[in-house]
Protein backbone atom coordinates (compact mmCIF):
# COMPACT_ATOMS: atom_id res chain seq x y z
CA UNK A 1 0.00 0.00 0.00
CA UNK A 2 1.25 3.34 -1.09
CA UNK A 3 1.23 6.04 1.84
CA UNK A 4 2.81 9.69 1.83
CA UNK A 5 4.76 10.95 4.97
CA UNK A 6 5.10 14.87 5.65
CA UNK A 7 8.02 16.20 8.01
CA UNK A 8 8.71 19.31 8.78
CA UNK A 9 6.24 21.55 10.38
CA UNK A 10 6.34 23.51 13.68
CA UNK A 11 6.29 26.55 15.08
CA UNK A 12 8.20 29.32 13.08
CA UNK A 13 7.75 33.31 13.75
CA UNK A 14 6.78 35.50 10.73
CA UNK A 15 9.67 36.53 8.41
CA UNK A 16 10.93 33.10 8.76
CA UNK A 17 11.15 29.69 6.88
CA UNK A 18 10.39 25.66 7.15
CA UNK A 19 10.91 23.23 4.62
CA UNK A 20 8.23 20.47 4.48
CA UNK A 21 9.53 16.86 3.62
CA UNK A 22 7.43 14.02 1.89
CA UNK A 23 8.57 10.60 0.89
CA UNK A 24 5.77 7.65 -0.74
CA UNK A 25 6.55 4.12 0.70
CA UNK A 26 5.56 1.74 -1.31
CA UNK A 27 5.87 0.22 -5.03
CA UNK A 28 4.54 2.68 -7.51
CA UNK A 29 4.29 2.41 -11.21
CA UNK A 30 4.41 6.10 -11.85
CA UNK A 31 4.02 9.50 -10.44
CA UNK A 32 1.73 12.01 -12.55
CA UNK A 33 2.52 14.50 -10.29
CA UNK A 34 3.33 15.54 -6.45
CA UNK A 35 2.77 18.87 -4.59
CA UNK A 36 1.21 20.41 -1.80
CA UNK A 37 -2.24 21.40 -0.22
CA UNK A 38 -2.72 23.13 2.97
CA UNK A 39 -5.67 24.01 5.24
CA UNK A 40 -6.30 26.71 7.61
CA UNK A 41 -8.56 26.74 10.74
CA UNK A 42 -12.05 27.01 9.36
CA UNK A 43 -11.06 27.29 5.68
CA UNK A 44 -11.04 25.26 2.76
CA UNK A 45 -8.32 22.89 1.79
CA UNK A 46 -6.36 24.67 -0.63
CA UNK A 47 -3.80 24.00 -3.55
CA UNK A 48 -0.31 25.49 -2.42
CA UNK A 49 1.87 24.20 -5.63
CA UNK A 50 1.38 20.95 -8.34
CA UNK A 51 5.01 19.62 -9.70
CA UNK A 52 3.63 17.27 -12.51
CA UNK A 53 5.28 17.06 -15.99
CA UNK A 54 9.18 19.14 -15.70
CA UNK A 55 7.23 22.23 -14.30
CA UNK A 56 5.12 23.73 -10.81
CA UNK A 57 2.31 26.00 -10.14
CA UNK A 58 1.86 27.59 -7.56
CA UNK A 59 -0.83 29.26 -6.21
CA UNK A 60 -0.42 33.33 -5.92
CA UNK A 61 -0.67 33.79 -2.39
CA UNK A 62 2.78 31.90 -2.20
CA UNK A 63 4.45 32.75 -5.64
CA UNK A 64 7.89 34.25 -4.91
CA UNK A 65 7.87 32.99 -1.91
CA UNK A 66 7.54 29.04 -1.72
CA UNK A 67 9.37 26.95 -3.56
CA UNK A 68 8.49 23.24 -4.72
CA UNK A 69 11.26 20.60 -5.58
CA UNK A 70 11.05 16.81 -6.17
CA UNK A 71 13.90 13.99 -6.06
CA UNK A 72 12.02 11.91 -8.65
CA UNK A 73 14.19 8.89 -8.19
CA UNK A 74 12.83 8.27 -4.68
CA UNK A 75 9.54 9.62 -4.87
CA UNK A 76 9.90 13.28 -2.62
CA UNK A 77 8.66 16.46 -2.85
CA UNK A 78 9.62 19.31 -0.45
CA UNK A 79 8.29 23.15 0.26
CA UNK A 80 10.58 25.60 0.88
CA UNK A 81 8.60 28.24 2.56
CA UNK A 82 10.58 31.91 2.93
CA UNK A 83 8.78 34.83 4.25
CA UNK A 84 6.32 33.38 6.48
CA UNK A 85 3.18 35.18 7.13
CA UNK A 86 0.79 33.83 9.87
CA UNK A 87 -1.18 33.36 7.36
CA UNK A 88 0.14 30.95 5.97
CA UNK A 89 -0.51 28.98 9.49
CA UNK A 90 -2.30 25.76 8.15
CA UNK A 91 -2.08 22.13 7.84
CA UNK A 92 0.08 20.99 4.82
CA UNK A 93 -0.55 18.29 3.03
CA UNK A 94 1.09 16.23 0.60
CA UNK A 95 -0.25 15.43 -2.61
CA UNK A 96 0.26 12.59 -5.17
CA UNK A 97 -1.34 11.55 -8.31
CA UNK A 98 0.25 7.94 -8.62
CA UNK A 99 -0.06 3.85 -10.13
CA UNK A 100 0.52 2.02 -7.19
CA UNK A 101 2.07 -1.18 -8.10
CA UNK A 102 -0.30 -4.03 -9.07
CA UNK A 103 -3.11 -1.37 -10.37
CA UNK A 104 -2.84 0.14 -13.70
CA UNK A 105 -4.80 3.38 -13.21
CA UNK A 106 -3.82 6.81 -11.15
CA UNK A 107 -4.91 7.42 -7.94
CA UNK A 108 -4.73 10.98 -5.40
CA UNK A 109 -3.04 9.58 -2.34
CA UNK A 110 -3.05 12.46 0.57
CA UNK A 111 -0.12 12.57 3.55
CA UNK A 112 -1.43 12.50 7.51
CA UNK A 113 -0.81 16.59 7.42
CA UNK A 114 1.91 18.42 9.30
CA UNK A 115 1.00 21.60 11.25
CA UNK A 116 2.86 24.95 10.37
CA UNK A 117 2.39 27.69 12.79
CA UNK A 118 3.44 31.54 11.75
CA UNK A 119 3.37 33.68 14.87
CA UNK A 120 5.43 36.05 16.99
Known amino acids: QVQLVESGGGLVQPGGSLRLSCAASGRILSVNGMGWYRQAPGKERELVGM??????NYADSVKGRFTISRIYANNMVFLQMNSLKPEDTAVYYCNGVLVPAGTSTYREIWGQGTLVTVSS
Open 51 to 56: ARGGST
